[in-house]
């Protein structure tokens, strides 16, 4: 009965499917009575009628009432299943289109939104961005911030039945897909270019509003008035949400001046800077670098810190990481600038920024020839080959027998005999250390002598590295005055020096030639004051009691190291001990004393182990490339503006290992979308093996340039940054007047991005339309189920008439 009730009462709409995502079908079922007479016909007529006519029926019978009512029910039941099939019950399907509103999200993608703001004096908005971020807002830029206002604006406008269209724009408007971030690299930033398109692609949709999330900074582009016009006529609402912090303050900025691409595993790094100062009177401030983790975790770790003067300029700095990397065996360090925020400073992004450098795991490849088993020659023996983990050495000794197996790093073969081609030297070693022998009589035939000191000439020039460990008896007494002299970084007296000219009674200790910006290779402790004293004071290192005394360096040479008091050769300065030098390519280290094993004691191997790492490293950096050692590759430099054009500069060498005759060498270039192209670089004249091209960027991002194998590896790769104009950054600060006129132009709300909510409730629900397209009507009457319902009605009051014997 509940349900003939039911039914009786009108359409009972049950959608058959969730509304289409936009101008989607939708079908909706109900039931119908087609030729039902008006409700109060039905309500005083025919349902009491039909009770009246089945109770006559059995009024007079002898039988309880209850059974008597039962009775009657199940007649009128029958009565009125009668006058609803006579009023045509019928089964209504109708298909709708359904058209859900939509709205258009437009997000500020230009340079300015990579800025980050600290929100210092508004301590209500910091609360409301750090709940909407779920991070401190000073440590995010205004790009990440906007992500989270799409997250929640996409969200809410879903949930009311809104269809949002997320969009990009800086100087032109592109789709935003699901997951895709705002990398705040944009030229320019055109707003009303943004709401005209945006509008246009849309002709013809059921549009109600549009959200602006941006700092306001519109620097490009049509006028606001001009392009929120379309929007009014059109209906659509521009509502705005500013990010931002609005104030002016003053600012320091955190510029870099110089750091290397790569360095081996376990170099230093070697970072210059500068910080600019707006605003300041004076003063200084600290500049911290730090390691970050590469590894994915939060760890930082401050490395080192300088004191600098705040200047509009801003001065040059030096700052060194040491060898030990945050994240040990990583292919890559991580480094952070920073200085504190000044009192009132309120744009502090640029206050820091972050650097990589890759780190190359090549092992250095060394070849050790010495003459015979000197204390040196042992203690650099078992210590070369301990450190395998970086090194491989191969090592022979011109005094042993024959029979003798030569000493070398696991896995590598004995040597027989000292290489003496140059295939042998460039193809196997980065470094070569020469001992005290003498390089002419490295074999019985003197034409393999002369052949090895050929090859010397030409591995060095090719970026090999050669280390001389001077001896009392042939090195370098032995080559004074002759060609192989200048391979090396100092100058000797022709007559050579006597053991016998040198005092040996006396110990004497180091002294550093630049102890307050030491190098890299005498730099054992990363505070100088320590450096220095481990060189110099008598608690440090063990000092040495002979030396060859040269009669100085090299113009072009490097001295590390000098005599605290000797001027034997009588070149006027003290004399040098340690001296570096470059030939051309190649690197020259000149060692005057054999007595750094005399470093273990007190300290171990620390110092003395630091010490050959950074020497072997230092000579191994001008063949130390990844990939095929006979190509260079290399970009003039490191950053161009995206106007600029990119030279590139590639070095060849043949399988001979001489240069190149090709008359041009081609590279790859992939631009910042992963697109590759072909750039012929072309040989220069004069300069064999030395080709060089240009190229035009067209958008700003990271470029590869790689020589190709023929088995389509990679032989070598060099990259550079293209980066915007600095239109942008002329001016970063939001624009809160703008952006509450674009909004009040067209009726809409203008609100900050921790007051998010104000816009959300511009958007009402229930605001779909529905078009009905098609109806389809089927009988009910005729179905089984009518008649079972029938004969169960009627079987029923049968078995209680005969059940009360009234037949």
């Known amino acids: 009965m509940n349900a003939f009730l039911a039914l009786l009462q009108g359409p009972d709409t049950t959608p058959a499917a969730p509304l289409a995502e936009a101008a989607g079908d939708a079908v909706q079922e109900t039931w119908r009575l087609m030729d039902l007479p008006a409700m109060w016909v039905v309500v005083l007529i025919l349902i009491p009628g039909a009770f009246g006519v089945a109770y006559l029926a059995y009024w007079r019978e002898s039988i309880s009432n209850r059974a008597r009512w039962s009775m009657v029910t199940l007649r009128a039941l029958s009565f009125l299943l009668l006058i609803t099939v006579l009023a045509r019950p019928v089964h209504v399907r109708q298909q709708q289109n359904v058209i859900s509103p939509e709205v258009l999200l437009l997000f500020d993608d230009s340079g300015s939104m990579s800025r980050e703001d600290a929100y210092t004096g508004d301590p209500e908005a910091r609360a409301a961005l750090q709940a909407l971020t779920g991070k401190p807002p000073e440590t995010i830029t205004r790009a990440e911030i906007a992500l989270a206002v799409r997250d929640e604006l996409e969200q809410y406008a879903e949930a009311t039945g809104y269809i949002p269209r997320t969009f990009r724009f800086s100087d032109d408007l592109e789709p935003l897909a699901a997951g895709s971030s705002l990398e705040g690299r944009g030229a320019a930033t055109a707003i009303g270019d943004a ?389 051309p390519s190649g690197r020259t280290l000149f060692l005057a004393v054999e007595a750094t094993n005399r470093w273990r004691f007190r300290f171990g191997y620390r110092y003395y182990e630091a010490f050959w790492r950074n020497a072997l490293r230092w000579l191994a950096l001008g063949r130390m490339r990844s990939g095929d050692r006979r190509f260079e590759l290399e970009s003039l430099r490191t950053e161009y503006d995206i106007s600029d054009r990119v030279t590139l500069e590639a070095r060849v060498l043949d399988e001979d290992y001489r240069p190149s005759e090709a008359p041009a060498q081609k590279v790859i270039l992939r631009t910042p979308d992963g697109e590759e192209t072909y750039l012929v670089l072309a040989g220069v004249e004069g300069r064999p093996g030395l080709y060089r091209g240009t190229y035009q960027p067209e958008r700003p991002g990271r470029y590869v340039s790689l020589v190709e194998s023929e088995t389509g590896g990679e032989r070598v790769r060099t990259e550079f940054e293209v980066l915007l104009p600095s239109r942008e950054n002329a001016d970063p600060s939001p624009d809160p007047l703008l952006m509450e006129r674009l909004a009040s132009l067209t009726g809409g709300v203008a609100a900050s991005a921790s007051e998010l909510a104000l816009v959300q409730e511009a958007f009402p629900p229930d605001q779909e339309r529905r078009e009905p397209v098609s109806s389809q009507l089927e009988d009910a009457w005729d179905r089984w189920a009518t008649l079972l319902l029938a004969l169960a009605l009627l079987g029923s009051e049968w078995l209680l008439r005969k059940r009360m014997e009234l037949i």
Request: overall charge negative.
């Open 195 to 583: 709401v005209r398109a945006a509008l246009a692609g849309h002709r013809g949709r059921y549009i109600t509003d549009m959200v602006i999330v941006s700092d306001g900074r519109s620097n490009t582009g049509a006028a606001i008035e001009e392009a929120v016009g379309a929007a009014g006529v059109s209906g659509v609402a521009v509502n705005t949400v500013l990010v931002g912090d609005n104030r002016t303050e003053i600012n320091l900025a955190v510029e870099l001046v110089d750091s290397p691409d790569a360095v081996l595993e376990g170099d230093q790094v070697e970072i210059s800077a500068r910080v600019s100062a707006r605003g300041t009177e004076g003063g200084s401030v600290t500049l911290l670098l730090e390691e970050l983790s590469t590894s994915g975790s939060e760890e930082v770790r401050t490395v080192t810190s300088q004191e600098v003067p705040l200047v509009d300029s801003g001065d040059r700095v030096v700052l060194v990481a040491g060898r030990d990397a945050l994240d040990y065996g990583s292919s890559e360090r991580r480094f952070r600038l920073r200085v504190e925020p000044l009192e009132g400073e309120r744009v502090t992004d640029d206050n820091q920024l972050t650097l990589s450098v890759t780190v190359t795991r090549e092992k250095v490849r060394v070849l050790y020839v010495e003459g015979y088993p000197r204390y040196e020659y042992r203690f650099l023996n078992t210590e070369l080959r301990r450190i395998d983990d970086r090194i491989d050495v191969q090592l022979f000794l011109l005094s042993a027998t024959p029979d003798f197996q030569q000493d070398r790093t696991r896995g590598l073969a004995s040597l027989t005999s000292v290489p003496t081609s140059r295939e042998e030297l460039l193809e196997n070693y980065d470094v070569i250390i020469l001992g005290d022998i003498n390089p002419y009589d490295i074999s019985p035939d003197p034409a393999r002598g002369e052949e090895f000191v050929r090859s010397l000439f030409e591995f060095v020039e090719r970026g090999g590295g050669l280390c001389i460990i001077a001896g009392q008896y042939d090195m370098p007494r032995s080559i004074a005055g002759t060609e192989f002299a200048d391979l090396l970084p100092v100058e000797f007296d022709r007559a050579g020096v006597s053991m016998l000219d040198v005092p040996t009674s006396k110990e004497h200790r180091y002294t550093l030639e630049d102890p307050g910006a030491p190098h890299e290779i005498v730099r054992l402790e990363q505070d100088t004051e320590t450096n220095r004293a481990l060189w110099e004071d008598e608690r440090g290192l063990r000092g040495f009691y002979w030396h060859y005394p040269v009669r100085g360096a090299k113009a072009g040479s490097q001295v590390l190291l000098r005599h605290p008091v000797a001027s034997i050769a009588g070149g006027g300065d003290r004399d040098p001990l340690l001296v570096t030098g470059y030939f």
